[in-house]
């Protein structure tokens, strides 16, 4: 072998070993999570869907079931929505 190509063959298979070490250390592993997470977590008390009693319920139940544009506007306008902001102030509410 030639003197020029030993020492180019070299310098990249250092190339490539200290690059390789460089990926494998930069590698990030997991980190333990903070005991303060897992209490807030566990303190987190989830909400609870309405009851199927409710009146948002039944009307739910009572959309019609069809695809035509005709059926899903009759829907559209049987839904009551007057109430709907103060439903969202109370759900605000509630997350903070």
């Known amino acids: 072998m030639n003197n020029n190509t030993l020492v180019i063959t070299v310098t990249v298979i250092l190339i490539i070993i200290i690059g390789a070490a460089l990926f494998l250390t930069s590698v990030k592993t997991p980190e333990e999570v903070p005991e303060k997470q897992d209490q807030e977590q566990a ?10 009693e409710s009146e948002l319920a039944a009307e739910l139940q009572s959309l019609s079931q069809s695809d035509k544009i005709e059926d899903i506007e009759g829907d559209i ?20």
């Open 77 to 96: 306008d049987d839904i009551d929505l007057t109430n709907l902001d103060a439903e969202l102030n109370q759900i605000d509410s509630e997350l903070r």
């Open 43 to 52: 303190e987190v008390t989830p909400v609870q869907p309405p009851s199927e």
